[in-house]
C-alpha cells in the first residue's frame, strides 16, 4: 500500500486543485485494460470506467468538462464505437463535470439523489456548488437498482444508501468480474465523506461491507481515487475504516475530546493514509463526530 502513497497524494492534490482552475491541457487521460470488456480511464477527478464491445460504449463517471474532448480521444483509441450511456456513480463534480458535454451523445443514468443533487445545487464542506445545466442532469434515474444489458454484459448499478453521499452506485460488470467502487473506495488515502449530502463514516463501513460480502474471489476493482485494485485491496480498506472507528471510540470511553485525539494523534498507525485532501485530524474529526452521532448522543455539546 505505501507504495502507492505519492501517487495518491498527487492525485488527491490534483482533484482539489480543479476546482482551483488547474490547467486542464496538462492533463494526460490513461488507459488501462481491466479484465472482459473493461478499461479504467485516469485522468485528473475520479476513476473511468468503460465497457467497450461490439454493441458500443457504456461509461462509468466523466471527471471534469474541460477534459471530454480528451476523454473521446482516448475512447477513439480503443474504439470507433458510439457512446450509448453514462453512468454515475454519484453527483460529485470530479466525477460529473463531463455530463453536459458526453450527454449529447448518450443518455445519463444515476440515482435519484444525484439528480437531485445537481439540479438543486449543494454545499459540502464550504465549498458551494450552483445547481448543474439542464444538459449535466441524468434523464433515467433509479431508486435501487438499473441493468444496462450491453456488450455481452448485465451491467448494474446498485444503490448503496448513506456512505460517501446519499445517491452512491455501486456499477457491477458482471460477466467481465469488475466492479466500480465510486467513491465508497479511496485506494491508498482516507475517504472524503460527504456528510452534508448525505454521506456518514458509519453508512461507509456498512456498504463496503456488504460489497465484500458477495464479492467473488479474482474480482477486480476500480476505486474512485486510486489505482486499480482487487478483494484484498478493498478488504485492506475496510480493515482501515474499522480500526479507525475502534481507537476513536476507546478514546471517547476514555472521556477524551476531539482536539485531545487530534493532538495525541490517537490515529497515528493510520497516518501513512493521510492526504492533503483529507489530513489526519480531518479524518479523525469525521470519525468522531459520527461516533457521537450514532453511539454518543448524551455526549454531543
Known sequence: MRKYLTILTAIAIATTATAQQTDFSKVEIKVQKVAGTVYMLTGAGGNIGVSIGDDGIVIVDDQFAPLAPKIKAALKGITDKPIRFILNTHYHGDHTG?????GREAPIIAHDNVRKRLASGTKADTRETPPAPKGALPIVTFNDTATIHLNGEDIRAVHFPNGHTDGDAVIYFTRSGVVHMGDLFFLGTFPFVDVENGGSVHGLIADVQKVLNDMPEGTKVIPGHGPLGDKDALS???????????????????????????????????????????????????????????RYKDKKP
Not at 463531463?98 to 458526453?102: F, R, T
Open 236 to 294: 485492506g480498506y475496510l480493515d482501515a475504516l474499522k480500526g479507525t472507528v475502534a481507537i476513536t471510540n476507546e478514546a471517547i470511553q476514555r472521556g477524551e475530546t476531539l482536539e485531545q485525539m487530534k493532538t495525541e494523534k490517537v490515529l497515528a498507525a493510520w497516518e501513512h493514509l493521510a492526504s492533503s485532501f483529507v489530513p489526519l485530524e480531518k479524518w479523525t474529526e469525521l470519525v468522531y463526530n459520527d461516533l457521537i452521532e450514532t
Open 98 to 102: 463531463g455530463n453536459e458535454v458526453l
